[in-house]
């Protein structure tokens, strides 16, 4: 008869701290880790572009804007302006149009910055 008073004591004393840890812990010293941040990204040269990150079209942003990508992961991506679709021909009938590219690594959490060079590119056409 001993031993079933001692397991049932044992038996309420766990119940009531599972209980009290369990009611009292809620919500109090929980730090939430983000496993996301966003992205701002902007370009350093004249006309409009398709942004890409992964190869996936985000947007489109001209030399003076800057486009907001969120909910990415942490991580390296890659990113893309194309301003192809926007270009022009010259007198020689070269389409010329800026395009550039980037590698990032970006932290989950923040606001992370990308700044894409860009560069003159023409063929002919």
Same mark, same amino acid.
């Given at each position: ?7 049932? &004591? ?12 369990g +009611?009292?812990?809620? *919500?109090? /010293? ?6 996301? *941040?966003?992205?701002?990204?902007t370009?350093?040269?004249?006309? &409009? ?10 947007? %489109? &942003?001209?030399?003076? /804007?800057? +486009?907001?990508? %969120?909910? !990415?992961? /942490? ?8 301003g192809?679709?926007? *270009? ?20 989950? *959490? ?5 700044t894409?060079p !860009? ?7």
């Amino acid at each position: 008869m001993n031993t079933k008073i001692v397991k049932k &004591i044992i038996l309420i004393l766990v119940v009531a701290t599972l209980l009290t840890i369990g +009611l009292t812990g809620c *919500g109090v /010293g929980i730090t939430i880790i983000s496993t996301t *941040g966003r992205v701002v990204v902007t370009v350093n040269g004249p006309g &409009i572009y398709d942004i890409y990150m992964d190869t996936a079209w985000q947007g %489109t &942003i001209d030399a003076y /804007g800057e +486009l907001i990508i %969120t909910n !990415v992961s /942490g991580g390296n991506h890659y990113f893309e302006a194309d301003g192809e679709d926007y *270009g022009w021909y010259d007198s020689w009938s070269y389409w010329n149009y800026y395009y550039g590219f980037r590698n990032k690594i970006t932290y989950n *959490g923040r606001t992370n910055y990308v700044t894409i060079p !860009v560069s003159l590119y023409y063929y002919y056409y």
